[in-house]
């Protein structure tokens, strides 16, 4: 049955890798109060994704059954791969400040249906389907249990997959002589603390580096899954030396008195594949020609990195 209607816009980048969903107005919501009104906000959540790292939210607006957010949500690092493969779930909810709050409708939307560089516009039919409780607020339902464990199960399998995305710069400077490393930003990181969030930072290695003198590390950024950082490092080494070594970038989430946590890595050499070869290639055969491109963060730690 349908817990009412729902107008959402979409926008993507491709250049930018930025997809924005501007949240419109819902029409006719089910009441959950017993004004019989609402305290609907919106929340949406791509899929497959580490779980808490890419949910978004509206704000909340209260005792109402027609809210108009006009709110716009912003993923940054989609690129055109994710846009073929992923969905988002849009999901409405009741705040309520005294118990749980309680679940109105979802729907979901396959991202390939959006065009690069159009606006595309959306009306939604919210179901009602039966969402998955946190263990908490469940009843003793076995059948909700055996759902909720299937959707951690599967929450766990996409936060193995996606750590999270990282925005670098790479230029081979001639006139200082060797490779400038942009570390720009990170998004929808995986969250290792209790508190739903990290405290990131990056750290790069330029390998083989047997004395560890080319350890590079940016400011730690308190409590957030998408932190910008807008930092540069030089090393200084010669095109040619460069095709031999291997540019390693690791992104860790500081914890005060005890070892870091590695959240994920990037490693950037001529025996890389893909997107990283790609940019590699592009930054050592191009002088003085800074480019920009977002990478997906693996799990494997990078031999022998140390947590300092």
């Known amino acids: 049955s349908s817990s009412g209607n729902f107008g959402i816009r979409f926008t993507y980048d491709q250049e930018k890798c930025i997809l924005q969903c501007c949240i419109l107005k819902p029409r006719g919501l089910k009441p959950m109060d017993f004004n019989g009104l609402a305290d609907p906000y919106v929340k949406i959540h791509l899929l497959p994704g580490a779980c808490k790292a890419n949910k978004l939210k509206t704000r909340t607006v209260r005792n109402s059954l027609n809210p108009t957010w006009n709110e716009s949500l912003t993923y940054c690092g989609i690129t055109q791969e994710d846009i073929g493969k992923k969905i988002l779930r849009i999901s409405v909810c009741d705040e309520d400040k005294l118990s749980h709050n309680e679940f109105i409708g979802e729907t979901r939307v396959p991202l390939r249906r959006l065009k690069p560089g159009e606006r ?20 003793a339902a076995l059948r909700g249990i055996s759902c909720y464990l299937k959707e951690l ?12 995305r990282i925005l670098l710069s790479l230029m081979y400077c001639t006139e200082r002589g060797g490779l400038v490393v942009g ?3 990170c998004a929808h990181l995986a969250a290792m603390d209790v508190n739903g969030f990290s405290d990131p930072y990056v750290k790069t290695y330029l390998k083989p580096d047997l004395e560890k003198k080319s350890k590079h590390k940016t400011a730690v950024k308190k409590k957030t899954l998408n932190p910008e950082f807008n930092e540069e490092f030089f090393y200084n ?7 031999k070594r291997c540019l390693e970038v690791t992104v860790w989430d500081y914890d005060l008195g005890k070892s870091n946590d590695f959240i994920g890595g990037v490693t950037f050499s001529m025996n890389a594949k893909g997107e990283c070869l790609k940019h590699w290639m592009e930054s050592i055969s191009s002088s003085n020609k800074r480019t920009e491109q977002w990478h997906t963060l693996s799990n494997e730690l990078p031999g022998s990195t140390y947590a300092d």
């Open 120 to 139: 595309k516009h959306f009306n939604l039919c919210l179901e009602r389907q039966i969402p998955l409780a946190s263990p908490s607020s469940m009843t």
């Open 153 to 164: 199960e599967r929450c766990q399998q996409w936060e193995l997959e996606e750590r999270g």
């Open 183 to 185: 570390i720009m930003r």
């Open 237 to 243: 080494i010669t095109q040619n030396e460069l095709q």
